[in-house]
T-cell receptor
């Protein structure tokens, strides 16, 4: 059965800290790995990764995929309170997307 | 920036009633999806739609559910005879090539 696992499930950090969120997967017909940020409503897109070893960066966020070890990490440096959200990892397979349970990140001042 | 539009944003319905959730995907996208998220739980895949037919569906997507693309722009999810446990946030998503996905803002369905 296809599955996506995220760790930790919950994390509380202070502003300015750096965090690493983990995602591992077992999915047949892998096509892409996606990271989303979910605050109140719909997930908002962060990154899409399809190739191993190529880091994607957007401001203080970065992500990388290892297709051999079947995992990805999402890094957030110099965290701010506005980074507080649930971060979802999802794997795109043929015809569907499988979501992980999310990591709930709380950044406290 | 192009976006996926969902209506209504919140729908309250009585148990046993039928509801139709509407979505307008991004215009040049070819792949369409419905997901749901029960409060406090993870996002769950329901169905994907490509070339005017269902390409994949989950075990959640039983005979109670159906999808339709009635015209060139709308993509609908119909839930027949709603149950209390159908209460959830329903997200529509679309994709140009079936790899990256853009989500709509969701419809919160409350069955009473």
């Amino acid at each position: 059965e296809d599955k996506v696992v995220q760790s930790p499930l919950s994390l509380v950090v202070h502003e300015g800290d750096t965090v690493t969120l983990n995602c591992s997967y077992e999915v047949t017909n892998f096509r892409s790995l996606l990271w989303y940020k979910q605050e109140k409503k719909a997930p908002t897109f962060l990154f899409m990764l399809t190739s191993s070893g190529i880091e994607k960066k957007s401001g203080r966020l970065s992500s990388i995929l290892d297709k051999k070890e079947l995992f990805s990490i999402l890094n957030i440096t110099a965290t701010q309170t506005g980074d507080s959200a649930v971060y979802l990892c999802a794997v795109g397979s043929q015809g569907k997307v499988i979501f992980g349970p999310g990591t709930s990140l709380s950044v406290i001042p | 920036e192009p976006e996926v539009t969902q209506t209504p944003s919140h729908q309250v319905t009585q148990m046993g009633q039928e509801v139709i959730l509407r979505c307008v995907p991004i215009s040049n996208h070819l792949y369409f999806y419905w997901y749901r998220q029960i409060l406090g739980q993870k996002v769950e895949f329901l169905v994907s739609f490509y070339n005017n037919e269902i390409s994949e569906k989950s075990e959640i997507f039983d005979d109670q559910f159906s999808v339709e693309r009635p015209d060139g722009s709308n993509f609908t999810l119909k839930i027949r005879s709603t149950k209390l446990e159908d209460s959830a946030m329903y997200f529509c998503a679309s994709s140009e090539q079936g790899i990256g996905y853009t989500f709509g803002s969701g419809t919160r369905l409350t069955v009473v």
